[in-house]
C-alpha cells in the first residue's frame, strides 16, 4: 500500500504544495495545502479517483486566492425619497439671486436704521407729530377732495381741462397702487405702528409707498402746467423729496418701497401726458360737466 503523503505521481506532497500555492505569503498557502492532503486521505479511504479529488481541492474557496466567503448581505432597503423643492437646498445659486438677497439684507439694515421716528420712544420720536402731518399732506383723500371742489368752483374751460386731467391722474394713481400692493403683498416694516390717516385694506402692505407715488405724480404734474417762481418750484421738489423721506422714518415703508413709488409716480404723469384729456378727444365728459 502506498504512502498517504505520495502524490499521484510520486513527488512528495510538499513539493507539489508549494509549487502549486505560489508565494509563502499567499492567503491561501497554508489553509489550501491542509485541504488538499485531507481530500487525499479520504479519496484513499473512499477509492475516488485522487485526480477528482485534486480537482475538487483546487476548486475549494479556501484554495482560491481572494475567495473568501463573505456575510450575507441583510435584506435590502429601498432610497429614501427625494426631498420636496423647498427642501432642497440651492448649492450653486445664481448671481441674480445672491445679488437680490444682498439688496433686500441692504434695505432692511438700512430701513431699520432710518425708522427713527417709528415710535414716541424712538431717538426722534419727538419729531413723530410733525411727520403725521406731512403724512396727512400727501394722502389721496385729501387731493381728491381738493380737486374736485376746484372743479365744482371753475369757471374757466382751460382751468377745467387742467382740474380734469389732474383728477384722472389721482384716480389712476390709487388704481395701480392698490393693484401693485394686492399682488406684491410685501408687508409692512415690523416696528411700524397702524396708526394711519384713513386706511383701506390693501394699505397693509408695503410696496410700492402710495404717498411717494403721489409726490413724484403731483410734483411732475404742478411743474409742468403751473407758472411759478423758482422758490415755489423748489418747494415743491422738497416737499416731494421729504415727504418720501418721512415714510422711511415714520416706519411705514422700507427704502425700496419709497424708490420704487418715485419711479411710479414719474411714469404715471407720462400716461396721463400721453392721453390727455382735451374737450376735443374727450367732449362728453366735459359737456357733462359744464351742465352740472
Known amino acids: 500500500m502506498p504512502s498517504p503523503r505520495r502524490s499521484v505521481e510520486g513527488r512528495p506532497l510538499g513539493v ?83 445679488a437680490l438677497r444682498s439688496l433686500l439684507a441692504i434695505d432692511l439694515w438700512l430701513s431699520k436704521k432710518l425708522g427713527v421716528c417709528a415710535g414716541e420712544s424712538s431717538s426722534w420720536g419727538s419729531v413723530r407729530p410733525l411727520m403725521k402731518l406731512l403724512e396727512i399732506s400727501g394722502h389721496g383723500i385729501p387731493w381728491l377732495v381738493g380737486t374736485l371742489y376746484c372743479l365744482c368752483r371753475s369757471d374757466s374751460w382751460a382751468g377745467r381741462e387742467v ?11 390709487l388704481l395701480l397702487v392698490a393693484l401693485i400692493k394686492g399682488l406684491v403683498r410685501r408687508r ?23 404717498h411717494a407715488t403721489r409726490a413724484a405724480l403731483m410734483s411732475r404734474f404742478i411743474l409742468n402746467h403751473l407758472v411759478l417762481a423758482i422758490p415755489l418750484r423748489v418747494l415743491v421738489v422738497l416737499w416731494a423729496f421729504v415727504l418720501g423721506l ?35 378727444n374727450a367732449p362728453v365728459l366735459f359737456l357733462l360737466w359744464s351742465q352740472q
Open 246 to 280: 418721512s415714510r422711511v422714518m415714520l416706519g411705514r415703508h422700507n427704502v425700496t418701497d419709497v424708490a420704487f413709488g418715485f419711479f411710479l409716480g414719474y411714469m404715471q404723469y407720462s400716461i396721463v401726458d400721453y392721453c390727455w384729456l382735451s374737450p376735443h
Open 16 to 98: 507539489s504544495a508549494s509549487s502549486s500555492s505560489g508565494s509563502p505569503g499567499s492567503p491561501a498557502h497554508g489553509g489550501g495545502s491542509r485541504f488538499e492532503f485531507q481530500s487525499l486521505l479520504s479519496s484513499r479511504a473512499t477509492g475516488v479517483d485522487p485526480a477528482c479529488a485534486r480537482l475538487r481541492a483546487s476548486e475549494s474557496p479556501v484554495h482560491c486566492r481572494g475567495s473568501f466567503p463573505q456575510a450575507a448581505a441583510g435584506p435590502s432597503q429601498a432610497p429614501p425619497p427625494p426631498l420636496p423643492e423647498e427642501d432642497r437646498m440651492d448649492l450653486n445659486p445664481s448671481f441674480l439671486g445672491i
Open 188 to 210: 409692512r416694516p415690523a416696528h411700524n405702528q397702524m396708526d394711519m390717516f384713513v386706511t383701506l385694506s390693501v394699505d397693509k402692505y408695503s410696496f410700492p409707498s402710495g
Open 163 to 173: 382740474l380734469m386731467n389732474l383728477l384722472f391722474a389721482l384716480l389712476l394713481d
